[in-house]
């Protein structure tokens, strides 16, 4: 086996995630966020493994926890520039103030990761309480539009947490616990 084969093979191996197979999308920030330089967004549904006693959360100690992502993600997805886009303008550039219920949740992480694939910055949500938690953390008044963040989990064939949840119905919810 060739040099440059044993690279490509060595290099789809270590990058399931696509890295070696998709090209790397500009990097652009809103708000200021996530001010740093990133080269692919995935987004990740996973399975919540909480206990009544505790919060789960990907994001704990200024970091993602990858070997729990691995452990309990369910989907993944990569997102075009035009996606990562919409997901840093519905995250931190909304007029939509909603405020989050005392739970938290969450079944999706969108993860900004650098050329070396590793993760620089993550956005991880909650659908059922309507809460969202950045890494770097941003402070955004609870300025975030979920009805845009629904959508865009939902083209990119992640769902909204929970399998009876659909689109509409999430957005009628939202309605409901929000007004328009």
């Known amino acids: ?51 009544k006693d505790d919060v789960f959360t990907l994001l704990r100690d200024d970091k993602l926890n990858e070997a729990q992502l691995k452990e309990f993600k369910t989907k993944e997805a990569p997102l075009n520039a035009a996606q990562v886009e919409r997901l840093l303008n519905a995250a931190f550039s909304s007029k939509i103030r909603i405020l989050g219920a005392a739970c938290y949740e969450p079944h999706h992480v969108f993860v900004f990761y650098d050329r070396d694939a ?33 959508r865009l989990s939902w083209e990119l064939g992640l769902g909204l947490g929970s399998p009876k949840l659909t689109l509409d119905g999430y957005l009628e919810l939202l309605k409901q616990r929000h007004g328009d």
Not at 10 to 35: D, H, L, Q
Not at 120 to 125: G, N, R, S, Y
Not at 127 to 142: A, N, R
């Open 1 to 51: 086996m060739s040099r440059l084969a044993q690279l490509i093979a060595v290099t789809i191996y270590i990058f399931p995630c696509g890295f070696a197979s998709g090209g790397e999308i500009p990097a652009k920030s809103v708000n200021g966020w996530p001010g740093m330089p990133y080269s692919r967004v995935i987004g990740y549904s996973f399975d919540n493994p909480h206990s």
């Open 118 to 150: 590793k993760p620089v910055a993550a956005i991880e949500i909650c659908f059922h309480c309507d809460k969202l938690v950045s890494l770097p953390e941003k402070d955004t008044d609870w300025h975030h539009d979920f009805a845009a963040l629904a």
